[in-house]
């Protein structure tokens, strides 16, 4: 079972930025497509950003040209750099990763870390 630890949320103004990162259990981490998702309090999970086992990032349209998605193989972590930040954001972000792609469906992911909680308010 791969697991993941999140880490780098908090509370943050307007306009401000967060760096969250992923660590990951998986041996072969390299042949995993990750991605960052979030869940605000009454609403679904959802995908922000997803990178691939090549490195190319998607992102969510509400948060393109704010989030940036990275990952360094050899430390089997995933980041994501926000700028920019609205209330909006505001969220548990999670990561998550399959083997060559993301899974669409989330609920067939089995497993989920504690998440990280973003707070965005002045």
């Known amino acids: 079972q791969v697991q993941y630890v999140e880490s780098g949320g908090g509370l943050v103004q307007p306009g401000g930025s967060l760096r969250l990162s992923c660590a990951a259990s998986?041996?072969?981490?390299?042949?995993?497509?990750m991605g960052w998702y979030r869940q605000a309090p009454a609403k679904e999970r959802e995908l922000v950003a997803g990178i691939s086992l090549s490195g190319s990032p998607n992102y969510a349209d509400s948060v393109k040209g704010r989030f940036t998605i990275s990952r360094d193989n050899a430390k089997k972590t995933v980041y994501l750099q926000m700028n920019s930040l609205k209330p909006e954001d505001t969220a548990v972000y999670y990561c998550?990763?399959?083997?060559?792609?993301?899974?669409?469906?989330?609920?067939?992911?089995?497993?989920w870390g504690q998440g990280t909680q973003v707070t965005v308010s002045s």
């Open positions: 998986a041996s072969n981490f390299v042949f995993y497509a």
């Open positions: 998550n990763g399959s083997p060559g792609t993301l899974r669409a469906d989330l609920r067939t992911y089995n497993y």
